[in-house]
């Protein structure tokens, strides 16, 4: 790690009431360590220790809004209910105290299935009833269930607040349900919720937005997490052009997100090269360009393969920084997110500001089984 690499990922960030110290941003990973919804004393110390070793945001694992089959998996966060806020309250607590920042992220997995084969006691609902292309899953939402799930992640957003919690983000990345309303391959709706172009699908996020924003007040930053690609079609694309994107991403930013967090599998990937090449901006970059917002890159930061390769038990290596100092320091764009590599070892932040960075650790999938 050069000292200019290290100074441009610790430079200070601040947007409306959020300031961070650095530009390190610790990624939403689905842990599932919270029986029955509630995180305990376990998981408020795995967060505390990031925020010990100085990552500049914390963003929660995925915790679900207040919906029937909101979860694809047991033992995921919930971000309702007395128990679970409580024991959301203790994270918080317990990051604060550790002068540290924290946001949760806001989830419903749509009609996406799970890896262990559970299921939610009720059908699980998305715009189509699909999972994607040729894929029945679940019940089409009714206006009604659309209506509430909009309200519930206004609630969802209200009660983070409350809680202190310094930022909440929206899921709406990965083929889980906002993103199953923007792809035209789960979404085949006739009526306003549906489209034959991706803003008129991207209606349903919006309004989750306008919602948002009405319950948390201007000064609350609210996150918005996107993606391309969806786990149900790794080489999906909503936006094949610029103009795409924008038509796509303007509109949410306008809806109400402050800054766009651009998932994509390898962060160093031009996401248009026949327009700027090879080495072009990224999707984060692209976002940033075409709406004027804050954006959060992410994918395989400081590991040499992506997360996919990790849930199919591949190990990958610890590899330098140095791509990812070029783009920063041409402000492509202004907070990284990383995720397994933070996962596996909660003083990452601390070497790579030390410049220890042979003592980084390589990732080995039987770290998604702990809370170290």
Same mark, same amino acid.
């Given at each position: ?17 959020? @300031? ?7 990624? &939403? ?10 995180? #305990? ?58 002068? #540290? ?34 894929? &029945? ?22 009660? @983070? ?32 919720? #549906? ?25 609350? &930053? ?13 080489? @999906? ?56 917002? &804050? ?71 039987? @770290? ?5």
């Amino acid at each position: 790690m050069s000292a200019s690499a290290s100074d441009v990922l610790f430079r200070p960030f601040r947007f409306k009431s959020l @300031a961070l110290p650095n530009r390190i941003v610790m990624a &939403p990973m689905t842990r599932c360590f919270s029986p029955e919804g509630v995180p #305990g004393e376990n998981v408020a110390a795995y967060y505390r220790r990031r925020a010990e070793d100085g990552v500049g945001l914390i963003l929660s694992e995925g915790t679900v809004v207040d919906r029937p089959a909101s979860r694809n998996e047991p033992n995921i966060p919930f971000f309702h209910g007395e128990a679970a806020l409580e024991g959301w309250a203790g994270v918080v607590e317990a990051v604060h105290a550790a002068g #540290g920042r924290i946001g949760p992220q806001l989830w419903h997995t749509g009609a996406t299935r799970g890896n262990s084969g559970w299921k939610p006691p009720v059908p699980v609902e998305s715009p189509s009833g699909l999972n994607g292309p040729d894929d &029945p899953n679940g019940v089409a939402m009714s206006e009604q269930d659309i209506a509430d799930t909009i309200a519930a992640f206004a609630r969802a957003a209200a009660d @983070a607040q409350r809680l202190g919690f310094d930022v909440a983000e929206i899921h709406g990345a990965h083929g889980y349900l906002i993103d199953q309303f923007f792809w035209a391959g789960s979404n085949r709706r006739t009526d306003a919720w #549906g489209g034959a172009t991706l803003r008129e699908r991207a209606r349903f996020a919006a309004e989750v937005l306008k919602a948002v924003r009405a319950a948390v007040g201007p000064d609350f &930053p609210i996150l918005l997490r996107v993606s391309q690609w969806k786990q149900q079609d790794y080489k @999906a694309k909503l936006a094949t052009t610029p103009d795409e994107m924008a038509d796509w991403l303007v509109p949410l930013v306008e809806a109400g997100a402050d800054i766009l967090h651009c998932s994509q599998r390898r962060f160093w990937e031009p996401e248009f090269p026949e327009i700027d090449g090879e080495r072009g901006l990224n999707f984060a970059g692209w976002a940033k360009k075409l709406t004027g917002a &804050p954006t959060v890159s992410v994918g395989s930061v400081g590991l040499s393969g992506d997360f996919l390769a990790a849930f199919g038990g591949e190990h990958s290596h610890a590899v330098g920084l140095q791509e990812l100092e070029r783009r920063m320091e041409r402000e492509e764009f202004d907070l990284i997110a990383v995720g397994r590599a933070i996962l596996a070892d909660p003083h990452w932040v601390g070497k790579v500001r030390g410049g220890d960075t042979a003592d980084l650790h390589d990732f080995d999938p039987a @770290a998604l089984a702990t809370l170290v």
